[in-house]
C-alpha cells in the first residue's frame, strides 16, 4: 500500500492519504469507493466532479465505471451525460 505524506507550510501539518484503499474499494464497490473519496474530502459530491474523476484517474477499473454508469439511479446518469471538462 503506498502512503503519500504532504507537508504545508504553515503549520506542518501532516496527512497521510492510503493511495490504493480508495481505488481497492471502488474495484469491489464504485459507490463504496467513491464516498469513502466524498467522506475524505477528496472528490466533491458533483456530477463533474465525478465526471472528471473517472476520466483522470488511471487506478480505477474501467469495469467499475461502467458499473457505476450502468446504475439506473438519477444520479449516475447525470455523471454520464456530464461533458469531459478537463
Known amino acids: 500500500m503506498s502512503i503519500i505524506v504532504m507537508y504545508t507550510a504553515c503549520n ?35 456530477p463533474t466532479e465525478i465526471a472528471i474523476f473517472f476520466h483522470t484517474d488511471d487506478r480505477i477499473d474501467k469495469i467499475g465505471i461502467g458499473e457505476y454508469l450502468g446504475d439506473n439511479d438519477l444520479f449516475h446518469k447525470q455523471v454520464n451525460i456530464t461533458p469531459k471538462v478537463v
Open 12 to 46: 506542518l501539518v501532516v496527512e497521510i492519504h492510503y493511495v490504493c484503499s480508495y481505488s481497492i474499494r471502488f474495484n469491489r464497490k464504485p459507490s463504496e469507493g467513491l464516498k469513502f473519496l466524498q467522506s475524505n474530502n477528496l472528490l466533491g459530491q458533483s
